[in-house]
C-alpha cells in the first residue's frame, strides 16, 4: 500500500518559518515526479509546487513563488516544502503528492497524502 505522509504543519505567526516533510512508502518515488498542494477552507485544492525526479526541474505556484522552495531527497523517498515570510492566507492544509506528470508548469499526481494543517497568524 502507498502511503505518503505529511509532517511540520503548526501554528506560525506572519512572517514566520515553516518546513514541511512528506516520506512515502510502498514503493519508491525516486524516478518520479512530487510535489505540494493545499486547500483553504471553503477553496478548491490549489496547485504549490512540483519537482521533477532528480530535482532539475521545479514549478511553483505565483501564490508562492520567491517564499516556498520545495525539495526532495530520494535516498529517503522524502520531498520537502520550505515556507517563508509566511502570510495569514497561507492558512491551509498542506498535501503532499506523488507521482503523475507535469503539463507545462502544472503537476497532476497519482497519489496524495492525508494532509497536514498549517496555520498563520496575523
Known amino acids: 500500500q502507498v502511503q505518503l505522509v505529511e509532517s511540520g504543519g503548526g501554528m506560525v505567526q506572519a512572517g514566520g518559518s515553516l518546513s514541511l516533510s512528506c516520506v512515502a512508502s510502498g514503493r519508491t518515488f525516486s524516478s518520479a515526479p512530487m510535489g505540494w498542494y493545499r486547500r483553504a477552507p471553503g477553496k478548491v485544492r490549489e496547485f504549490l509546487s512540483g519537482i521533477s525526479w532528480n530535482g532539475g526541474s521545479r514549478y511553483y505556484a505565483d501564490s508562492v513563488k520567491g517564499r516556498f522552495t520545495i525539495s526532495r531527497d530520494n535516498d529517503k523517498n522524502a520531498v520537502y516544502l520550505q515556507m517563508n515570510s509566511l502570510k495569514p492566507e497561507d492558512t491551509a492544509v498542506y498535501y503532499c503528492?506523488?507521482?503523475?506528470?507535469?503539463?507545462?508548469?502544472?503537476?497532476?499526481?497519482?497519489?496524495w497524502g492525508q494532509g497536514t494543517q498549517v496555520t498563520v497568524s496575523s
Open positions: 503528492a506523488g507521482d503523475g506528470y507535469f503539463s507545462g508548469s502544472y503537476y497532476y499526481p497519482d497519489y
